[in-house]
Structures are given as structure tokens and as C-alpha cells.
């Protein structure tokens, strides 16, 4: 009985203890990095090292650079056109092959391999696929007559765009996949007897039931596709010149190519603000469903 | 009805090769760098070309895996430091994430502020914690080591890992925990006796998932690493100079370094779809 107030204020601490580790690691490694970015823009800064304070100077010269908006354009450019085709394809995908992967679950797994392979070498598999001293595609082109440099001014985006569609389309097709498992057969029954038909069907059943996994998925393949950085900097590094250089891209060699931190932090927080807009829609709509009413 | 029945293996029999087509299509870049590592360098460098390796060889897995001591690209360590990374930053990640699910879904703690902070994470780019963790890594002499790495990749996935545990805690009884209580376990005996063996099917998905995403990372592999904590994801990139394009080492070094996706998506095929998927749809 004496130990009771003891036990009862080591429970009060148990619920804090559980989270610590997490919080603390939070601290460190979130919040600590994004107060220095902030402190840091405002000084000089050079491989690193601070050197002197300067103002807004920097928040200047990004706001006049020439190559953020543009990367930051390209980036959007990118993620809209990904996303759209991503989305429309594993849709087609999921509807056509949801009665078929439902009897075959295991096939499921050569539909999501794509996916689960590093980004980085996805892109380097495309370099190998495509180059034009050794790649097979470009040479079974040429037994045919075709001469087509995937890798060139012209053919570099529409080969970026294909990369990312390759390895994320299984992921919009797997999110709508497993909604469209979640719709009760009941439904098309019921539907059936009442006399529509499968366009039908699908317009005013299957797609209002479907959407809220196809905007999950647009959202989280957009702010994905944003911020892309491993298949685009292993296929082409950025080039030619600046034309696929995306944010992540830009920000990253502003910092460990050319050294100038003052330029790449600017950038980033940037990068931070714009930001927000996704991360208000993620708090508003993704998370509404768990919170406690 | 005999004709009914031939439609009908007709019609399998068309939607079969349309699966085969998309499987190859989606695949053909994976499928055609395992077919280049089996292949002669001669052989890679013949016009007309040939899809399949008609002479198929072990030599590119031979030199990527024993490279000879001058060379600069040490494969086997990447590996290596690949393996350890991914693995320590599964356990750190669940270490880490486990509990806090618990006091966000059962203690209620931290609920409304903390948690939609944590789990929205994910919707801010990467780069943006690159520099200040760099110039951070600098200073407390965490850069080029693994160390620094499982400690970077657990913050990249506590949002993922946070999703799921409490995915999962919110479907485990209510009864069982409450009778423990009454009981008198305490909050630590809960966690340890009775949600922790329920959460074993949590535990697989978390662990898988965030083993591949840790073994996928690149951009921070790239910045926080000089040599001794190199991941296999920037060790293959580095091999374009290392041996002035040898194509047959790349393809094989490629095919190492996609063989845990291929085991995985083989044999964890329900966790990693669970976890994916509870990843992206909150319900």
C-alpha cells in the first residue's frame, strides 16, 4: 500500500518515457536542421563554413536565379504530367485485372516489382537499355531502320517521364487495386438486377467508390514525384545543360558541386514554404478519417 | 453451349497473354540487365544484338563480387554496409516507432498534435534536411558512418512506420490489455507481454518495408558517405568511372543489388502490400 503513490507517478512518467526515443529523435534530426537552415540563410556561407552575416542577400539572389525557377517549373511540370499518366494507367490496370489477379494473387508480385527496385538503378537499367552505343532497344531500332536517341535534347524527357511511369504506376495500380478489393460484390449484384449496364456499372458505382484512393494516390505520387532526384540524376545528372535539372537535383548541386550552401539553403526553405500547400492538404483530408470525433 | 466454353478459354486465354505483355513491359528494363550480366563483353558489344546471352557467363558477378585490390570500387564492402544499414535501421525503427504508436492509440497521448505532425512528414521533400544534416554530421563526426545512416533513414521512415503500428494497434482488442490492467501489469509489462507478441505481423510489415526503403535510399547514402559507409546504391553509380563503362560489372552489380526487392516481393508478397497500402490509405 505505501508504494502505491510511487507506482502511480512511474505509470504518469511510462506514457512520456514511450515516447522520447522518437521525439528526441525528431529533435535532432527534424526540427534542430530546420531552425539552422533558417539561421543559415541569412550568412554567408561557403562549403559549410559561415562566414558573415548578409541579410536577405541570398534570399535575393535565388528569388533573381534564373535556374531555381526554372528547375522548380520542370519539377512541377514533371510531377503533373507522371502523376496524370500514373494514375489513368493504374486505374486501367487495376479495373481490367481486378477479377483475374483476384482468382491469381500471386502474379500480383511481377505487377509491384517495378517498384520495390532502387530508383537510382532503375535509372542506371535505363542508361544500359538505352544508350546508344550498347543499349538493346536502340539497336533491335536500328535492325528495323529506326535510328532513335532516347538520350538526346529531344528524346530526354519523354524517357524521364517513361522511367517514372515504369516503376510508379504499380503503386497507383496497387492502391486502387486493393480499394477496388474492398467493394462488396453485393454492389454489381444489386446494380445488375436493376438492369445497368457495365459502363454503367462503373460510372456511377466502381468510380465514386474508387476516388478517394485515386486522390490519395495522385496526392502522394505528386509531392513524390516533385521532389524526384534518383532516377533523373543517374540518367541524365540534370542535363543537357539545365533541362531536367529538378528541385532536388538543383538544390543538391548548388551545395556539393558548386559549394555555395547559402544559394542551396535559400533554396530549400524555398522549397519548405511551397511545401506547406501539400502538407496542409496531407493534414486536412488524409488524416481526417483517424482523427477522434 | 460447347461454343460458350471455347469463348471462354479464348477469352482466359487473351487476358493471360495481355498479363504476360504488362509484366514484360513493366519489367523489361530488369529483365534485360540480368540478361546483360550473363553476357560476354564481346558479345554485349556485337551488332546485331541478342536479347538472350548466348554464351551465358559468371565472369562480371566474379569480378564485381573478388575485385582486384587496385581497384577503387569495393564492391562485397557496399554490400556489406548496405546490409548492415538496412537492418539497423529496421530494428532502430521499430525500437523507436513501436512504443510511441502505442502511447499515440492507447494512452491517447500526443494524439492530436504530435502524431498528424509525424505521419504528414513525409509530404516535405528530403532535400531540404540535406545540408544542415550534412554540416550537423560534420560536426559530431557521424559522416561515413553506418551509424549516422540507420540514424538518418529511421527519421526518413517513422512517418511510413508510425502509420502502420498504429494501423494496426487500433484493431487489436480492447479486452486484453484491460484485463492486464486490472491485473496490475504496468504500462511497460502491456507493451511487452501483450502487445508486443500481437504485433508480430506489424512488426514483419514495418521491418520489410522499411529494409527496402533503407536499402533504396540514395541521396543521403550519397552526401552523408565518403568511403567506409558507401551503400551499394552509390557504389554501383560510382562504377561508370571506376572501369570506364564496363557494362557486364554494372548489369551484374545490378542485378546483386535488386535481389533483395526480388526475394521479398517473392516471399513477404501480403506484408509488403499491407504495409504499402496502409501507407497510403488512412481509413
Not at chain 2, 487476358?15 to 540478361?35: A, D
Not at chain 2, 522499411?210 to 547514402?221: D, K, P
Request: hydrophobic fraction near 55%; include cysteine; charged fraction near 15%.
Amino acid at each position: 500500500m505505501v508504494n502505491k503513490p510511487q507506482k502511480k507517478s512511474l505509470e504518469f512518467f511510462s506514457k512520456y518515457i514511450l515516447l522520447i526515443p522518437l521525439l528526441l529523435l525528431i529533435a535532432i534530426m527534424i526540427v534542430y536542421p530546420l531552425i539552422r537552415n533558417i539561421y543559415m540563410s541569412f550568412f554567408d556561407v561557403k562549403w559549410g563554413k559561415i562566414q558573415e552575416f548578409c541579410g536577405i542577400k541570398n534570399y535575393l539572389n535565388v528569388l533573381i536565379d534564373q535556374g531555381f525557377w526554372e528547375s522548380m517549373l520542370f519539377s512541377l511540370k514533371f510531377s503533373i504530367t507522371v502523376t496524370l499518366l500514373e494514375i489513368f494507367f493504374g486505374l486501367l490496370l487495376a479495373v481490367y485485372f481486378d477479377k483475374f489477379l483476384s482468382r491469381n494473387q500471386w502474379i500480383i508480385a511481377f505487377f509491384l516489382l517495378p517498384m520495390l527496385v532502387p530508383p537510382v538503378l532503375t535509372g542506371i537499367m535505363f542508361k544500359l537499355m538505352l544508350n546508344s552505343f550498347v543499349g538493346i532497344v536502340p539497336q533491335y531500332l536500328q535492325l528495323f531502320g529506326v535510328n532513335l536517341n532516347f538520350l538526346s535534347v529531344k528524346g530526354v524527357i519523354p524517357t524521364l517521364i517513361f522511367a517514372d511511369f515504369i516503376q510508379w504506376t504499380p503503386f497507383t495500380f496497387l492502391i486502387i487495386y486493393s480499394a477496388l478489393q474492398t467493394i462488396p460484390i453485393s454492389l454489381y449484384e444489386a446494380a445488375k438486377i436493376d438492369g445497368a449496364n457495365s459502363p454503367q456499372i462503373f460510372n456511377n458505382i466502381v468510380l465514386p467508390l474508387l476516388l478517394p484512393s485515386i486522390g490519395i494516390s495522385s496526392f502522394l505520387r505528386f509531392i513524390e514525384a516533385f521532389r524526384t532526384f534518383d532516377v533523373i540524376y543517374a540518367l541524365t545528372g540534370g542535363g543537357p545543360g539545365n533541362k531536367t535539372t529538378t528541385i532536388s537535383i538543383y538544390i543538391y548541386k548548388a551545395a556539393f558541386e558548386r559549394g555555395n550552401f547559402s544559394q542551396a539553403v535559400v533554396s530549400s526553405i524555398f522549397l519548405l514554404i511551397f511545401a506547406l500547400i501539400p502538407l496542409y492538404i496531407s493534414m486536412k483530408f488524409i488524416l481526417r478519417g483517424s482523427e477522434y470525433e | 453451349m460447347k461454343r460458350k466454353q471455347t469463348n471462354k478459354y479464348f477469352a482466359n486465354i487473351i487476358v493471360i497473354i495481355i498479363t504476360s505483355l504488362i509484366i514484360i513491359i513493366f519489367n523489361f528494363p530488369i529483365i534485360s540487365t540480368i540478361m546483360t550480366s550473363f553476357k560476354t563483353n564481346s558479345s554485349i558489344n556485337t551488332f546485331p544484338p541478342s536479347f538472350f546471352p548466348k554464351e551465358p557467363t559468371l565472369e562480371h558477378y566474379l569480378k564485381v563480387l573478388y575485385p582486384s585490390t587496385s581497384l577503387s570500387v569495393k564492391f562485397p564492402r557496399y554490400l556489406l554496409n548496405s546490409c548492415l544499414i538496412a537492418l539497423g535501421t529496421s530494428f532502430l525503427t521499430i525500437f523507436v516507432c513501436l512504443p510511441a504508436s502505442y502511447a499515440f492509440e492507447k494512452i491517447r497521448f500526443g494524439k492530436k498534435i504530435i502524431f498528424p505532425a509525424l505521419v504528414n512528414l513525409r509530404a516535405i521533400p528530403l532535400v531540404i534536411f540535406a545540408i544542415p544534416i550534412y554540416i550537423f554530421y560534420q560536426k559530431i563526426n557521424l559522416i561515413d558512418t553506418i551509424f549516422g545512416l540507420i540514424l538518418l533513414n529511421c527519421v526518413v521512415n517513422i512517418p511510413l512506420a508510425i502509420l502502420i503500428f498504429t494501423g494496426f494497434i487500433q484493431d487489436l482488442p480492447e479486452e486484453l490489455e484491460d484485463a492486464a490492467r486490472i491485473d496490475g501489469a504496468s504500462t511497460f509489462s502491456i507493451l511487452r507481454y501483450v502487445i508486443f507478441p500481437l504485433m508480430k505481423p506489424a512488426i514483419a510489415t514495418v521491418g520489410i518495408l522499411v529494409f527496402i526503403m533503407t536499402w533504396n535510399e540514395f541521396l543521403f547514402g550519397m552526401i552523408l558517405s565518403v568511403e567506409k559507409s558507401l551503400p551499394i546504391t552509390v557504389g554501383i553509380t560510382m562504377f561508370a568511372g571506376a572501369w570506364s563503362i564496363d557494362w557486364g560489372a554494372i548489369a551484374a552489380a545490378i542485378s546483386i543489388g535488386i535481389i533483395p526487392s526480388i526475394i521479398f516481393i517473392l516471399f513477404a508478397r501480403k506484408f509488403l502490400i499491407k504495409g504499402l497500402t496502409m501507407g497510403a490509405v488512412k481509413e
